[in-house]
């Protein structure tokens, strides 16, 4: 089996870096959530978001839905994630530390399979394989959202394109980017295209109905349907 810990990111596994996370990402919880509410998320659905960090979109969907299993293979971003978990007033999440390839859903199917930013820590052979686990986690006609670094742009293009992005890092590790974390990402990360990423998906019993790929060519948002 791939240690998905060890393949996990270094900076997810960093204090430093995970106490900085919520500064420097807003991972746009609340427009995430009122597009899965308008895919039908209620105070019925249950929820798994894989991948979960210290979880902005797990908080945030779990003040309108039954319950959130947030799943996460990195003890730190968990150890923070509790923390707010505390200071809430929430009492339907639920952590659990495991990965793709091995957290094992108990209860009745996810309506909902939600991931961001996660996915690309695998290599492809696992991306697939945890697709196809994820598939199993979640009910037919249920709703996987995937939001990932995923390249989309020609191979040809590729060294003009991740240098135009490394040169958009900044200096500041506190409160941006830097160029170095994005070499890092392109350099020992799992990110793959859009042209290979989308087979999997669908090849994991997914219907892909709606992609939206940003004007750089490095991130895409699926909502895939379980058929
Ligand atoms: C960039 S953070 C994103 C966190 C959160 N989803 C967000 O959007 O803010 C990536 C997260 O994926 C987790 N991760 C990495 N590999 C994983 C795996 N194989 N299974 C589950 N989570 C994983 C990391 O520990 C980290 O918390």
Redesign the pocket.
């Known amino acids: 089996m791939l240690d998905?810990v060890a393949?996990?990111?270094r900076e997810?596994?960093d204090a430093d870096h995970v106490s900085r996370?919520d500064s420097k990402?807003d991972?746009e919880a609340a427009e995430e959530l009122v597009l899965l509410e308008q895919l039908g998320l209620n105070e019925q659905s249950e929820v798994v978001?894989?991948?979960?960090?210290?979880g902005?979109?797990t908080l945030t969907a779990a003040s309108v839905c039954a319950r959130v299993v947030a799943?996460?293979?990195?003890p730190v971003?968990l150890n923070q994630l509790h923390t707010k978990i505390g200071a809430s007033r929430l009492s339907n999440v639920e952590v659990v530390q495991?990965?793709?390839?091995t957290y094992e859903h108990r209860g009745r199917p996810a309506d909902f399979v939600y991931?961001?930013?996660?996915l690309h820590?695998?290599p492809d052979f696992w991306k697939t394989m945890?697709l196809e686990r994820v598939r199993r986690i979640v009910r037919p006609s249920g709703v996987l959202r995937l939001?990932d670094v995923v390249y989309h742009f020609d191979p040809r293009e590729a060294e003009e394109r991740i240098e135009a992005r490394c040169a958009m890092g900044g200096r500041d590790v506190e409160g941006e980017w830097s160029r170095a974390e994005l070499e890092e990402h392109v350099r020992d990360e799992n990110s793959t295209f859009s042209w290979l990423l989308e087979p999997m998906i669908q090849r994991s019993g997914f219907e892909i109905e709606n992609v939206v790929y940003s004007p750089d060519g490095f991130d895409a948002k699926y909502v895939a349907r379980a058929t």
């Open positions: 998905e393949s996990a990111g997810n596994l996370y990402m991972a978001d894989i991948g979960a960090g210290t902005q979109f799943v996460d293979v990195s971003m495991a990965g793709f390839l991931s961001r930013y996660a820590h695998l945890a939001w």
